[in-house]
């Protein structure tokens, strides 16, 4: 099993950036995938982010294409999301994900964290 604890959220205007920080305990972080999926008031959870066991493949959702990077550092079990151009509609709670496969959709993924608040006003 891991633990998973997001970090990095916050309040920022329109065009700032953020960088999100997820910290894994537990079994060996570089037997998962990692993703990160947000979810907005009233909306379904969706799919932003996923990144391979050493990092070679990486997936992206459109609308964040471009402006936002998954990365991690297999050395301190940890998966990064920089965000970059943030726009009111990027508004939401960022969860990040460990899972078997590097896929979008988060039925995949075993193990979730709490979230992290990001919102950004115009």
């Known amino acids: 099993q891991v633990q998973l604890v997001e970090s990095g959220g916050g309040l920022v205007q329109a065009g700032d950036s953020l960088r999100l920080s997820c910290a894994a305990s537990?079994?060996?972080?570089?037997?998962?995938?990692m993703g990160w999926f947000r979810q907005a008031p009233g909306k379904e959870r969706e799919f932003v982010a996923a990144?391979?066991?050493?990092?070679?493949?990486?997936y992206y959702a459109n609308s964040v294409k471009g402006r936002f990077t998954i990365s991690r550092d297999n050395a301190k079990n940890t998966v990064y999301l920089q965000m970059n151009s943030l726009k009111p509609e990027d508004t939401a709670v960022y969860y990040c994900?460990?899972?078997?496969?590097?896929?979008?959709?988060?039925?995949?993924?075993?193990?979730w964290g709490q979230g992290t608040q990001v919102t950004v006003s115009s």
């Open positions: 994900a460990a899972g078997m496969q590097t896929t979008r959709d988060p039925g995949d993924y075993a193990y």
């Open positions: 537990g079994r060996t972080f570089s037997s998962y995938t």
């Open positions: 990144i391979s066991r050493h990092g070679g493949i990486t």
